[in-house]
């Protein structure tokens, strides 16, 4: 994998910031698109467009033809068993909201649990919450540790007592960068009679998933973080639980047949997908799976090592920095305090030099509570990062600490 | 330009001096109204005290903060803006002040917003705006009797 | 308006299928996409790109300015008070699952009752069957003439009892191409102390829309069929509807604060917003907007008139064909069925001449029912229509009468 | 070509003739199995009766449809192709069938396929697909033992 020859599939990135070459440190809000996803979804209302599923003519067919070619590279990526476990959303956090009340209200009974980690991003937090408080359903948090990892012990202790219906856990922690032991996570829940969600937001983006090796009972994802456009989110669940689920949201597409006493509902997945999908999404989407496929997981995974490790060791050398989170098995987003600068000032000096990074609570405030801070800077990495790139983050940080001190 | 120039443009050095050492950084023993600011997009806290003389004519301004550089130094140099002044001609200072950060023009002549037109930097950064008027209306809602104001 | 010049801005009407001109005459499942929406994405991603509202830096910023300009256009164009009053869903299936729970479910009391018409799409029959059986609420169905029209004096009886508690109705019936008499309906709603939502995904695109006029409490479209991408909807509700409802989607964006024991929310409209928003699709619909607004409703409602007009006139000569709905108000949408030959085969024998009409039970089938058929073809109108695709229509139409005859 | 002549590439002769008059659409009064299919995409339905001989073989078969020229025309040409034949052979011929109005092509030297082979052209309508294959599924489900089918 050549960071270069992929630098030029991202049209973005010749972009120059306030007179500076632009240095993209955000990928983990969302990614930039290559050429192949922006030119796909072009050609597709230039070329061939219509509404998809119910149209008997050319357009229409060749459209839900390419459209639901993405359900097939999504189930292909995530190696899936079939295609019918794979639901379109119009996120993650749609997708968590789906199972939050399809299967958290719709069947987990009143006094069951749910475990959640204690570094959720907040789109697996608060969908459990209103589960909870209009279902009775009970919400665990299961401790992390000081160095960013989840408390395995305190977790199975979580578990022991057999009334968790459902673990719903981040795979990596989109503050720490951390990787949870997904298969572990699940082999314990199963032990204990529970099923298991993994929020892949971002492990998905660099790592290759494989929902059957892992036993997932549902793992979800995001387009646009994985170089695809907004508006469109993944949904595995194993088929056996979406067969067992009620439908969430009523509407066209997800019927069987409508009378005013009664309707019943298409199969799965398309009793989870209700009125026109994000037809053009999907296809982008689609190329965006094709784009990474190409090049490889393997070679994106050993390029976030590289990278983090790059950036850890240029990073701790700043001084008066704080890097948050320590884990063994953590991946290309870190987080950052300067101890003289507040990290809005932070972003917005390196801003100034062209280096967009995020700083906030990161949709992650009860880890910030835990960390004991109210917001820190994070810079992440993309396929398309570059170690010269952590490099000018590091030199400039280390001037703005200055420039504060 | 230089980094350092780069980065005056918005930190000079008054912003970074009562950002670092406010000199109204603390709550009041006795005032006559309070309010709370809150920008939940990005975590930033003020408490506002104020004191009025007979009338209703600012005599003290104190705050604490939690937050960032420019909020800090925009609720310091707000308490000295408004020192003296009644609640209209405070309130008439208000919209100038957001009128002069969003757009980054300080009116010629007027010596008040002049003292206050370090600020006017943040034009540049839309959502640093936000941090510079957190204070302002946190000050507004004091004066307006209500306990909290936001500027999500 | 000068069709042929606004041809020229939609680059696929230069296709052929089966080596005949494309004739789409299937806007009103989903509208073909200018130039103008397709290059404002495209721009957006090659030049202009991050995650919105919590970024502090440059791309993040100039995306959020890019993407609440929607908003603001959205505002603008049906007239809302405040840019408040706008709420982003997936598309018009999400806004009505939406009211559907956080009104039908979250205001509406158990008893009270909802009124729909006789001529509505699945997307707004099955939420508030699927909040009846959830949470208690009555479903009531105003019957339609046999001329397609909202029987106001039964619409008006089942006002009468005072349980109404939401009129949710069409705006004009994707079936029919009838316009029901919204300033009427929301007046009698309101004497009766009901609320009133109108389905627009059909009306907008033809007519200029003024929910102040029209007092409408809730007003929802979809972006696909404005001439704007798939992946977005808007909700318009009035301040006060939004204020007391609560939200519906729980995650990143819609908060102001989170714990684990409880969370506040966002103000409007974004507490109804949960999770990355659809940021491209918002730049797209913005540019759809502005498009249409460019052209000017007044021309487009004429345009659309005079092509319904023509259309009425050449297929009623057509021997043994139907056409259902004879509404006094009616747009450029047709649905019809011919003696002699089913409307799958009709549709496929329309297709095979590059003319692409719809065919099916259209998301209505209580409506099928009531039309006392099982399906119907159906061509509907856009602003690139021409008097000749029309006449094209017709003429094989013609033939494939007498062939099956 | 002529109208009529790419009418005909899907719409021949055979297809419109059992479309319009087809030999087996009417219930059996004595049968051994029966099934419903149902497309519920576009509203088609088909019942299919099935009476054995002797053993499995299938001796008559008659069906009730709603639905369009091709799938009243498949249903009619599956009872005439089906007849005489056991249920294992008749799946297999369902499989072949399948797989024929997909691709558009026909074994050659397959005269039972031939039979079928008008209703291929549909492989370049891939959602009138659903309307061939629908009476196939239904009597699949018969022979099966199950009560329904769809072919959505
Ligand atoms: C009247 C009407 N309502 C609702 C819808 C649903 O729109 P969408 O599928 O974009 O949610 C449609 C179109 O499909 C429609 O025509
Ligand atoms: C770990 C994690 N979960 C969930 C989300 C929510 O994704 P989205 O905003 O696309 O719904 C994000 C990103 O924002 C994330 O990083």
Partial sequence: MNVDDIRKDFPILGQTIRGKPLVFLDSAASAQKPRAVIDAMRNAMETQYANVHRGLHWMSERTTEAYEACRDAAAALMNAESREEIVFTGNSTGALNLVAHSYGRGVLKPGQAVVISGMEHHSNI???????????????????????????????????DGKVGLVSMTHMSNVLGTYTPAARIAALAH????????????????????????????????????YGPTGIGVLYAKREMLEQMPPFLGGGDMISSVSYEKSTWARVPHKFEAGTPAILEGIGLKAAIDYVQAIGFEAMAAHEASLTEHAMARLSQIEGIRIFGQAQDRGGVISFALDKAHSHDVATLLDRQGIAVRAGHHCAEPLMRRLGVDSTARASFGVYTTHAEIDALADTLTRVREFFA | MSFADEVRELYQEVILDRGRKPRHGQRLAAFDATAKGDNPMCGDRVQVWVKFDSGDTISETGFEARGCAIS????????????GRGKADTKALFDSFVAMVRTGVCPEHDTVLEQLAPLSGVHEYPSRVKCATLPWHALNAALEGTREASSE
């Fill in chain 1, 191 to 226: 032990q204990y009679g529970a099923k298991v969600l993994f929020d892949g937001s971002q492990a998905i983006v660099h790592r290759a998933i494989d929902v059957r090796a892992l036993d997932a009972d549902f793992y979800c994802w995001t387009g646009h973080k994985l």
């Fill in chain 1, 126 to 160: 608060v969908p459990w919450q209103m589960a909870r408080d209009a279902h009775g359903i009970e919400l665990r948090v299961a401790p992390i540790t000081d160095s960013g990892e989840l408390d395995m012990t305190a977790f199975e202790a979580l578990l022991q």
């Fill in chain 2, 72 to 83: 800090i130094a925009s609720a310091d140099l707000m308490a000295d803006a408004i020192q």
